[in-house]
């Protein structure tokens, strides 16, 4: 995320203070309300509905996520690092490629 973004999220934030209501509990809520809601787009169907709902709430989650990481002093670049670090141990592209199954399943055929 740019900076003026993240900037402009914190003000948004600030002029309204609602940073007391920004817990750690209830912006891990909003994160599963608004990724719930994101979900919405593609109940009952397997089209994707409407590409401008799938922004609203994608912004919503990435909003709430970037407040989350915030009220924790948490930096994104390390954090999500950290996670793809891991994850290419745990999922090596040359036992993985093309593969959906969970890395469990594909380690007992080393």
């Known amino acids: 995320m740019k900076k003026e973004t993240y900037?402009?999220?914190?003000?948004?934030?600030?002029?309204?203070?609602?940073?007391?209501?920004?817990?750690?509990?209830?912006?891990?809520?909003?994160?599963?309300?608004?990724?719930?809601?994101?979900?919405?787009?593609?109940?009952?169907?397997?089209?994707?509905?409407?590409?401008?709902?799938?922004?609203?709430?994608?912004?919503?989650?990435?909003?709430y996520a970037t407040l989350m990481a915030d009220h924790y002093h948490l930096d994104i670049d390390e954090i999500v690092n950290t996670k793809l670090d891991a994850n290419e141990k745990k999922y090596p592209a040359e036992l993985v490629r093309g593969s959906s199954k969970k890395y469990t399943e594909y380690r007992n055929k080393k």
Request: charged share 40%.
């Open 7 to 63: 900037d402009r999220l914190m003000k948004f934030r600030e002029d309204r203070d609602w940073a007391q209501f920004h817990t750690g509990e209830n912006l891990a809520k909003s994160i599963c309300i608004e990724a719930s809601e994101l979900l919405e787009v593609f109940q009952w169907t397997k089209e994707e509905k409407s590409i401008e709902k799938v922004k609203e709430e994608l912004a919503d989650v990435i909003m």
